[in-house]
């Protein structure tokens, strides 16, 4: 059983990649910063190298939302089996649908919606969740938001050129910042490795705990930390294949300079906030940089349709898991068959969705979630500036 | 509750990613006054730009640093 947890555990790790850290790497390749090739393999070691760096998040995970060890529940390895089960099952179906859910919620929605089918509303350390993960899940879009729009304007103040004399636009020369891109898209990578990968790590400890073998409250052990760096990494590398596949379906227009700011305010937000153990979803910080740094460009308005489409997918998805993980939890209840039963449905389901996927087109809509964060925002229709960054374009095509 | 903590990202993050935008917009500018052709330039702006985007880099590594727990203990 423990076996079967972990291995689940290590593919909702890499469903996690394959999800989520496309989208750092999605607005270089389109402005032209980065060959795909390069940035993808990129991604994959900074997001394992990410995941070695910080374990706060781990210890959030494994020691706090779900009330562990003697004073508690017992929590046993089947309902995080259950949880699991939530999580991933809801991962691909927003996958599939190109909704840009969050992985992190995916993974409580369905470890709660388990605790509670399987033990009790006890099991749950409310206060906790509500502490570590609902209030930064509200706050961060909206801080990472701010910074970003923030940082966009500053970014086009100062880089702003006007003739001394006649006051005319001088050309803006904002090339630097493709350049700059590189980097900040990296520290996006390096980010969602010290966030997201952290949460396997904390999940795989819980089992550990649960099944005895390791003491409570203890931090991941090192073999946890690498076998969840490798699986994120490895599933960055193959999902961001997806996306060289359909950069060719053009992407909501970011440019560089904003793209900069967005990726900048993303990456600071997730590395404070992962050092202080907040579980915070790396796609949500995400989406509320581009539709923030959309804002800070002249000449934007906000589709309030959309990006309340996007607030929607991002309620839905706790409870949603959380279903999911309430069943699996009562279908484990009822003893081994049960156990089998969940695991080759779920087994089925996930087959079932990878063929889907083959099937369906790939289109920007399902492979680049914070896209849709980008539709939100409506851009002035502008066709100076652009001459480089089309160049760019078409030579990597 | 956990207010302080919250407040301590959203200033974090804010400062520093004001402090990188700051630094290496001013390099991309300054890099764009040095390319211009129309008036002579000193070459010190050129250098001033590459100090800008030098020291947007150490303030990346600084953050860095602050974060990783081996550097820490």
């Given at each position: ?20 850290t496309a989208n750092a790497m999605a607005t270089p390749i389109a402005t032209g910063a980065i060959k795909p090739k390069t940035a993808v393999a990129l991604a994959a070691i900074l997001n394992l190298v990410g995941a070695f760096l910080s374990t706060e998040v781990a210890k959030t995970v494994s020691g706090g939302i779900i009330r562990e060890g003697t004073d508690g ?325 | ?73």
């Open positions: 059983m423990v076996a079967l947890v972990i291995a689940l555990a290590l593919f909702f790790d890499f469903t996690n990649g394959f999800h989520d529940v017992q929590i046993t390895p089947e309902i995080i089996f259950a949880g699991l089960m939530g999580a991933v099952l809801w991962n691909m179906i927003t996958w599939l649908k190109g909704l840009p859910s969050s992985s992190s919620h995916a993974l409580f929605g369905g470890l709660i919606g388990a605790a509670i089918a399987g033990i009790g509303f006890s099991a749950v350390n409310f206060e906790t969740l509500m502490q570590k993960v609902i209030l930064p899940a509200v706050f961060a879009p909206l801080i990472a938001g701010l910074v970003a729009y923030l940082c966009t304007r500053l970014a086009y103040s100062l880089t702003s050129r006007h003739d001394p004399e006649t006051g005319d636009k001088l050309t803006q020369k904002r090339g630097g910042f493709r350049t700059g891109q590189i980097f900040t898209s990296s520290l996006v990578a390096l980010a969602h490795g010290t966030n997201d990968a952290q949460k396997t790590m904390g999940i795989i400890t819980l089992v550990l705990i649960a099944a005895g073998t390791q003491e409570a409250g203890t931090g991941p052990q090192f073999w946890v930390i690498s076998a969840c760096a490798l699986a994120i990494a490895i599933g960055t590398y193959s999902g961001g294949w997806r996306i060289i596949r359909t950069m060719g379906s053009g992407l909501t227009e970011v440019k560089p300079a904003q793209g900069f700011a967005a990726e900048t305010s993303t990456a600071s937000a997730i590395l404070a906030s992962s050092h202080l153990g907040f579980a915070l979803s790396t796609t949500q910080v995400a989406s509320g940089s581009v539709i923030g740094s959309g804002l800070g460009r002249k000449g934007t308005s906000v589709r309030w349709g959309t990006a309340g489409r996007i607030a929607i997918g991002w309620l839905f998805t706790l409870p949603a898991a959380g279903i999911v993980g309430a069943l699996t939890a009562v279908l484990v209840g009822t003893g081994t068959v049960g156990v089998v039963i969940a695991a080759v449905a779920g087994f089925a389901a996930v087959t079932y969705m990878l063929l889907h996927s083959r099937k369906s087109s790939v289109g920007s809509h399902n492979a680049v979630e914070v896209e849709s964060a980008g539709q939100a925002v409506r851009f002035r229709k502008k066709k100076s500036m652009k001459s480089k960054g089309t160049k760019a374009k078409g030579t990597q095509s | 509750m956990k207010w302080l903590e919250l407040v301590t990202v959203a200033g974090a993050t804010l400062v520093s990613a004001l402090v990188v935008v700051t630094l290496y917009s001013l390099g991309v500018r300054l890099t764009a006054i040095a390319g211009d052709t129309t008036a002579a330039r000193p070459r010190s702006v050129k250098y001033l730009a590459f100090a800008c985007f030098g020291l947007c880099g150490l303030a990346v590594l600084f953050g860095l640093y602050l974060i990783i727990p081996y550097f820490g203990a």
